[in-house]
């Protein structure tokens, strides 16, 4: 083995854990030339991995420069002890949260990751190469994480198309809680809230129009993850809630006073900031966004996303927005600013009425 | 004038404040061969609905069988009791709102009402005969109520496509509150929250993904209608907001002491609720719900859509899920149980994964 690291080199990862995550970044690895070892803690799971092309071999390999321990959160800190021990390279875990796992495995071979990607598919049937393009990638060093291991990690996120984002474990805990964890929370209690009313009137539900919709179709996910999240981000989940809920009692007192201004000054920084939630694609600044109202005929969606594909014009990100109390809908597409104007001309031209705006 | 009133007898209306809702009831009744009359605080609105075709006449008719009452809410009880005392007919209004309405306009012809309806457009623009269809209209009686007046209203409202829901006007204001304006407030409280901790640092909004998007929608409407709703539906929003925050609260403590089979519970409870909301459609036991994969390419959504355009399905209901922690999604899509197969088969065909579970 020579001691010169050749650009051509075999690179070589060990993925533990063949769960959505993890076999994603097999197979995106292995697309790019890895040679992927893979294990999982199901032994049927390993071979098929194989056979799909997913990895290269079953087992952990000794002599990688990566092993990625995407196991269940609560099984990461004694895999990544096993693979800190038995391997010679870089390790890390791809779990939701970070802080626990941060500080049971102190080491500074070990680096905390989470990409922010996934889908509502399971395990090798979900396989996604193209999974982690555009998402976000938080990495969780610590003061004792060589920076060379840092730039690595960084790297490689990057070559999956992710955007490597660094923050500490504390730091990037507390903000999941306030962007998933209590949000799901929040949405679960709402929906009970309507369930509680729906048992003395059924008609509760059918009032229930697009924005109650939009805001309680998280709480449609499987409960089982967030029972670990919970647990693995108490305390960043408790301060979230506690945050919530004064900002819910403030705003009661507000509603109770009639404090018209006060009340207006909330909804609209409210408003403000939701607008400025950034796309998917990284450069909210280049990106425009387009509203067509929807009329009430079909397949509106099928003509206005096949105009864009029609156009050559790139579809960033779609939303169906619901109005207040009906069910009509305005569909929010973010294009590229540049194909503003053609793209608005096709939806004229199809009879639509687009409204432009850039997003930043 | 004849005693006697033929099925083929003009029937004459007036509607009272040609906004978005006013000008489509105006639009819609038209086209159902009713005399129009028609009048707006803005003296050139009239004049210009006229024009449209949206009613035939400008002012307030004597003789009419309806005066509908469109205004802004704060103004309905002035504008109502104008009309019970220049013309001869019943007499509703149209607001979100129904308990302090139908207290200030206490008077055996005038009835309450609430079009569950709506879309993002303001005024004649946004005129659409058609917004009704398949939507909530409540009509919210007294015990002075008529049962004949009650029977001629939900008749016109069903003319235009609408299924009448009887509820007494409390009931209303505390349902709408629980499905509609605690939940608008929950989302800005969400935002602000996460306001609050983007002011720290901006990756927090970059993190952000599909689920806290959805869950925030609603906050980005226009906040001067909520500022009205806010003060006229006061007391059940502060119920609501009570009933949200003890939820909240609970949630926190089962959080906090780690309780997984409550958490589970909880969150089971409020899965199936969700799970359980009617759609647009009325007979929710006659529809599948198909749940399809979002590839990673463009134009799957345009697929989606225009197969069903192309084997005759019809789509009652279209919605983008999204991941909890990414932005791919999955469309559930709203179908006639009996195109199920069909669609699927389609679907099937073209390389998508769908599955399909009955709505109910």
Not at 12 to 36: F, K, P
Not at 128 to 143: C, E, I, Y
Not at 254 to 271: I, K, M, N, S
């Amino acid at each position: 083995v020579s001691a010169f690291v050749s650009t051509n080199a075999v690179r070589r990862v060990n993925v533990v854990g063949l769960g959505l995550i993890g076999a994603s970044i097999a197979l995106a690895l292995t697309e790019r030339s890895w040679i992927v070892t893979g294990v999982d803690a199901d032994a049927a799971v390993g071979p098929e991995a194989v056979r799909r092309g997913l990895c290269a071999a079953v087992g952990l390999e000794r002599d990688v420069e990566l092993t990625v321990i995407a196991t269940p959160v609560g099984q990461v800190p004694a895999a990544a002890q096993k693979a800190l021990h038995d391997t010679t390279g870089i390790v890390i875990d791809v779990g939701s949260v970070k802080a626990n796992i941060v500080a049971a495995v102190d080491d500074p071979r070990f680096l905390g990751t989470h990409p922010m990607a996934g889908s509502e598919m399971h395990g090798l049937d979900g396989a996604d190469p193209s999974m982690f393009s555009g998402a976000m990638w938080v990495l969780t060093p610590t003061p004792s994480t060589p920076d060379s291991i840092i730039a690595t990690v960084g790297a490689i996120v990057s070559s999956l198309g992710a955007e490597p984002i660094v923050l500490t474990a504390d730091h990037h805990d507390s903000l999941v809680a306030v962007v998933s964890h209590v949000p799901h929370l929040a949405a679960a209690s709402l929906m009970n809230v309507a369930n509680a009313h729906a048992d003395d009137h059924a008609a509760l539900l059918r009032l229930a129009a697009g924005g109650f919709r939009d805001m309680t179709r998280i709480a449609s996910g499987r409960s089982d993850i967030w029972l670990d999240i919970c647990e693995a981000n108490r305390d960043a989940i408790l301060e979230g809630l506690d945050a919530l809920v004064a900002a819910l009692t403030s705003t009661r007192a507000v509603v109770a006073e009639g404090q018209r201004d006060v009340l207006r000054a909330l909804l609209d920084t409210a408003r403000a900031g939701r607008a400025n939630l950034p796309s998917r694609v990284a450069r909210p600044q280049d990106l425009a966004e387009v509203r067509i109202p929807i009329p009430d005929r079909p397949g509106p969606l099928a003509e206005i996303t096949g105009l864009a594909a029609q156009l050559g014009v790139s579809i960033a990100d779609l939303e169906l927005s619901h109005s207040v109390e009906g069910d009509r809908g305005v569909a929010i597409v973010l294009i590229e600013a540049a194909q503003a104007d053609l793209y608005r001309g096709g939806l004229l031209a199809k009879g639509y009425k687009p409204s432009v705006r850039p997003l930043s």
